[in-house]
């Protein structure tokens, strides 16, 4: 290992999308309570070998499903303190969990596409360069809030449509939040 090639990431900020990239997918419904989140294999130990190189690790989720009155703030907060802990038991961190809980069409600033979250997270935490800091997603609404901020983006998909309709929106292209933490693992060596 070359001399400080360990710091390489240590100014950059990671953005997490969360189903799809981090548990799996609640089908057409939504994740209401801690029970119904499921790990994607591979994704627990990625959250904590990235969060050994990334400044910061931050997780941005559009849950409408309290909008849509299926769900309530607090079950929301119930499934992300399980979330947290399962990471903080496995050696890992996520700095702040940041989620837009209006619905399509309302939450204009905060919904993605929209920037505003990665707004938030940059008032919340100083020294956050939207040139050193990627999004990883698994829809073109994420690729789409990393193209807009000038974040490199990271698509987890096994679908080519995504990437192949909006070829300029995608940088980086995995099946799993594990395969992008062994890709950035390896550069720094
Ligand atoms: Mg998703």
Not at 88 to 96: C, F, K, Y
Not at 119 to 130: C, Q, T
Request: glycine share 10%; proline share 3%; aromatic share 10%.
């Amino acid at each position: 290992m070359t001399l400080g090639a360990g710091k390489k990431y240590k100014e950059h900020t990671l953005f997490l999308d969360r189903d799809g990239v981090l548990n799996k997918r609640p089908g057409s419904g939504y994740v209401c309570r801690p029970g119904d989140f499921h790990w994607i294999p591979g994704s627990l130990e990625a959250v904590v070998l990235l969060s050994g190189i990334f400044r910061y690790v931050f997780v941005v989720t559009n849950q409408q499903g309290i909008g849509k009155g299926l769900m309530t703030y607090d079950d929301l907060q119930e499934v992300h303190r399980r979330m947290l802990q399962d990471v903080n038991e496995a050696g890992g961190r996520i700095d702040q969990v940041y989620a837009a809980t209006g619905i399509r069409h309302t939450d204009s600033f905060n919904r993605k596409p929209a920037e505003g979250m990665a707004l938030e997270a940059m008032d919340d935490f100083p020294g956050i360069s939207l040139e050193k800091a990627w999004m990883v997603g698994d829809t073109t609404r994420d690729m789409l809030f990393g193209y807009r901020l000038g974040m490199s983006t990271v698509l987890i998909s096994h679908q080519q449509i995504d990437s192949a309709n909006y070829p300029h929106l995608v940088d980086y292209r995995f099946s799993s939040l594990g395969s992008f933490a062994k890709f950035i693992n390896r550069k720094l060596l």
